[in-house]
């Protein structure tokens, strides 16, 4: 069984984990997140300080932020409204000191964005926060079986490509990914490595906007073809194994060399990620206890998912959010006093 495979399986078990947390996020109001961003003790160890954390323009972000945040906040640290810029700007930014961290890196996607920025010298990156996240290239499950269609290889037959073609040009239409998040240059890289550049486009735009049409010609019965990742929504909607299936690599080829084949010999083009927690080196150095949070901080990518399913059914603005990480914190409330009594250890050590 393919290890992506494996993700989704996981994904299914942890359904029913789901549904629990949806039904206590549901039935909490904002005053409990109110209630969490009481005036911190003067003896905390972040009391005084401000902090301002980055996310990319990707709106389901918000939550992972802001729950770091709301743990920073019983530390006593008060964070500041959070700002959207894309990726590379953000690990300027907190290098620079103009930022404080980017709760959502995916390492080794955004390795070279970290090294640009004065990597370890500047920046310290910590923590598991979330993982681990797979990408990677999708087609409907049952054009992938009329054609017998499993690797992305196979695109280099204008007939094949021709089925993914939406425009009229002959060529397949990839849903790609946005400039500036560090999957673009990764599907470019393989556009030529494959030689996929004469029967293959690399659709780019507002991804929202992109992979909502992808999923509109899926529901006509048209054959789609399409770049997605975990943790993210559209995974629920077209389930991987029952509405759409994985397409692999002939080798693998990435800007970092690395080798991305699974260690049962699948090849997805794409390492498996995990999001940590880029922060100033200088400004790390000088809050342990914010370090030490960092570090210990996990969160399972399926309530991740589950956050995000319920921002694309409409419960999307920033109360609502807020209402969520409040909701899941009530929810989780020993281990995140865990992390929380952890953070305050290291101060005093």
């Known amino acids: 069984m393919h290890q992506l495979e494996n993700f989704e399986i996981t994904h299914k078990k942890q359904r029913r984990f789901q549904w629990l947390s949806a039904l206590a996020l549901a039935a909490l109001t904002l005053t409990t997140s109110l209630a969490l961003a009481q005036t911190p003790d003067a003896g ?29 906040e019983k530390l006593g640290y008060e964070p500041q409204p959070i700002k959207e810029v894309e990726y590379p700007t953000a690990h300027i930014a907190i290098a620079n000191g103009d930022a404080t961290y980017l709760a959502v890196h995916w390492d080794p996607l955004h390795q070279d964005y970290y090294e640009n920025a004065g990597g370890d010298a500047k920046l310290l990156r910590t923590g598991q926060y979330a993982g681990p996240a797979a990408q990677g290239y999708m087609i409907d499950k049952a054009t992938a079986e009329k054609y017998r269609i499993t690797n992305i290889d196979q695109l280099r037959d204008p007939a094949i490509a021709k089925l993914f073609d939406h425009d ?16 673009e240059a990764m599907i470019e890289n393989h556009m030529d490595a ?27 019965g048209e054959p ?56 100033n080196r200088a400004w790390a150095e000088k ?18 998912n589950a956050q ?5 059914n409409g419960e999307s603005t920033q109360a609502d959010i807020a209402r969520h990480t409040a909701g899941w914190i009530k929810f989780h409330q020993q281990q995140f006093d865990g992390w929380i009594a952890q953070a305050l250890a290291a101060a005093k050590s």
């Not at 809050?287 to 991740?304: G, Q, S, T």
């Open 168 to 183: 009229g040009d002959g060529k397949a239409d990839l849903t790609g990914c946005n400039p500036g998040w560090g999957c």
């Open 224 to 279: 789609v073809l399409y770049y997605t990742w975990t943790p993210y929504w559209v995974s629920g909607v077209l389930v991987p194994g029952k509405d759409v299936v994985w397409l692999q690599v002939p080798f693998s080829s990435n800007p970092q060399k690395a080798n991305t084949r699974l260690e049962d010999g699948s090849d997805y083009g794409f390492s498996v990620n995990t999001t940590r927690i880029v922060v």
């Open 194 to 220: 494959y030689k996929l550049r004469a029967t293959v486009t690399h659709v780019q735009g507002s991804y929202s906007a992109l992979i909502a049409d992808t999923i509109g010609r899926y529901q006509r």
């Open 308 to 312: 995000n399913e319920r921002m694309r």
């Open 44 to 72: 905390l160890p972040g009391k005084g300080i401000k902090v301002q954390a980055l996310q990319s323009p990707i709106a389901e972000e918000t939550f992972q932020t802001m729950l770091v945040d709301r743990a920073l």
């Open 287 to 304: 809050n342990p206890a914010a370090v030490k949070l960092f570090e210990v901080m996990r969160l399972p990518i399926a309530d991740i």
